[in-house]
């Protein structure tokens, strides 16, 4: 399983990509390429040209949620396909929960996806779920994370329309991870972690049935967060003892900073590569 980070806020000193604050991986496993998240523009195009990266042959896009830094780059994918590949010869399965696709709002701004869903199906299968979802042998999309512990996903962000049309706090419920079972253990993807970085590990080990974690990467939603959810997360993961954890994205510098007590954690930025044997 290789993973290559293709949007990320930060960039790696002497690779010369470009950042933005948004999410996108290229995880290749099974004879399968496999996008997580789009990021919020072309950037991933421009990262991916630059790395020799041909995203016209991808078999699957996974959307972790539906908010505009992980899903708006989905538009520059679109149009690349339709200049890159005039006829298709197979669709790309495009995997989300089924709430990612619903329109969302922040201080009535709208944060969701903007571009007309119907476009979708030349390129794609749109395939949604709640539940969780084999990609691939050892990759498994986690679709709707349990909500368990008491410090996590306590607060909405913005809102979103109920089965009604009307106007109503947005918990993220659509926030899912993907898990790779790898030789050494689970390697755990996330994109913003709204669900809770904890929950989500937890419902990894649940799906998987593997309870050894050899790496997280992603965004752990940890901007601002106050001292007891800090300490909470940092003593559930020094008990959880991984491997490698990549916090990146909407992990803040202090949030990295309060994690570095508890367990060693790893910079992330545009161009890294990840290898575990599967």
């Not at 939603?221 to 001292?227: G, I, K, V, Y």
């Not at 003892?241 to 990295?256: Q, S, V």
């Amino acid at each position: 399983m290789k993973l290559t980070v293709l949007v990320d806020n930060n960039t790696l000193i002497d690779r010369y990509l470009i950042g933005e604050p948004g999410v996108s991986y290229l995880i290749e496993c099974d004879g399968k390429k496999i996008l997580f998240d789009a990021g919020y523009s072309d950037v991933l195009l421009k990262n991916a040209q630059t790395l020799h990266i041909d995203l016209a042959d991808l078999d699957d896009v996974i959307l972790s949620h539906g908010h505009n830094d992980h899903t708006w780059g989905l538009n520059h994918l679109i149009q690349y396909y339709d200049r890159a590949i005039a006829d298709p010869q197979k669709k790309i399965n495009l995997i989300s929960h089924p709430a990612a696709l619903i329109p969302k709002y922040y201080h009535s701004r709208p944060i969701g996806l903007n571009h007309r869903q119907d476009e979708h199906d030349f390129f794609f299968t749109r395939i949604c779920t709640r539940e969780p979802l084999n990609v691939s042998e050892h990759v498994t999309f986690l679709g709707q994370i349990p909500r368990n512990n008491s410090f996590e996903a306590t607060e909405p962000v913005g809102h979103t329309h109920d089965q009604n049309g009307e106007l109503m706090d947005d918990y993220v419920l659509d926030d899912s991870a993907v898990a790779v079972k790898t030789k050494t253990g689970l390697v755990i993807v996330t994109g913003c972690s709204h669900a809770g970085i904890c929950n989500i590990i937890d419902y990894a080990k649940q799906v998987t049935g593997e309870t050894r974690i050899a790496a997280v990467i992603g965004g752990f939603h940890l901007q601002n967060a106050d001292e007891e959810t800090l300490s909470k997360t940092g003593d559930y993961l020094k008990h959880l003892a991984p491997e490698t954890l990549y916090p990146c994205h909407c992990t803040d510098l202090a949030a990295k900073i309060s994690l570095a007590n508890y367990v060693k954690i790893n910079e992330v930025g545009v161009g890294l590569r990840l290898d575990f044997a599967v």
